[in-house]
């Protein structure tokens, strides 16, 4: 257990359909970033929060959004889904903006039908 | 565009050999290099990393190599263990750059 909890594991959903994914950094983080892993591809940055407030973004589609809450636990928000944004979707987090000591999650896998 | 690649999708190497990954990079800004690990259902895990300063980093059985001049860096796993079947991947950042540039994965099986 890498302390970054990812919920749910899978998910499956149709086309046009909204979907949100959730992550818990590890104790005592502040900076959250997800990734994006489509078949056959490295992780792709999407964007990074740092005690709340966006901090970088990649190259992350104008459907998608993101956001850190209080207690540090981020949400990623993915809407008008298409049969391309099919993928392991992964949050790391750090304790620092930094990019040394990331933690990564076990990812959320979204299928979409 | 890739600024992180690996060839070679997948390495089978014999337990007790030397498994050798390659990373090639193509963003000259980019100083810090790491290597994860990552298990199937399972999230990457920090394996080893170099800064740009240096050439070598060595942990236990994992090495890592950077020439600058070639772009290129290198894991070498010695001696390999089933245990180190996995996909790897290499990554790069710039200074300042909190987000992590990462390669395509090597598939790695190591055969009792």
């Known amino acids: 257990d890498s302390g970054v909890t990812q919920t749910p594991k899978h998910l499956i959903t149709a086309t046009g359909q909204r979907v949100t994914l959730r992550c818990s950094p590890r104790s005592g983080d502040l900076s959250v970033y997800w990734y994006q892993q489509s078949l056959d591809q490295g992780l792709q940055f999407l964007i990074q929060y740092y005690n709340g407030e966006e901090r970088a973004k990649g190259n992350i589609l104008e459907r998608f959004s993101a956001q850190q809450f209080p207690d540090l636990h981020s949400e990623l928000n993915l809407s008008s889904l298409e049969l391309g944004d099919s993928a392991l979707y992964f949050c790391?987090?750090?304790?620092?903006?930094?990019?040394?000591?990331?933690?990564f999650g076990s990812g959320t896998r979204l299928t979409v039908v | 565009d890739q600024q992180v690649k690996q060839n070679s999708p997948s390495l089978s190497v014999q337990e007790g050999r030397i498994s050798i990954l390659n990373c090639d990079y193509t963003?000259?800004?980019?100083?810090?290099f790491l290597w994860y690990k990552k298990y199937p259902a399972e999230g990457p895990t920090f394996l080893i990393s170099?800064?740009?300063?240096?050439d070598k980093n060595e942990d236990g059985r994992f090495t890592v190599f950077l020439n600058k001049s070639a772009k290129h860096l290198s894991l070498h796993i010695v001696p390999s263990q089933p245990g180190d079947s996995a996909v790897y991947f290499c990554a790069a950042s710039a200074w300042g750059n909190n987000r992590l540039a990462f390669g395509k994965g090597n598939q790695v099986v190591v055969i009792p």
């Open positions: 790391a987090s750090s304790v620092d903006d930094r990019v040394h000591g990331y933690t």
């Open positions: 963003n000259s800004m980019f100083d810090y």
């Open positions: 170099i800064s740009s300063i240096k």
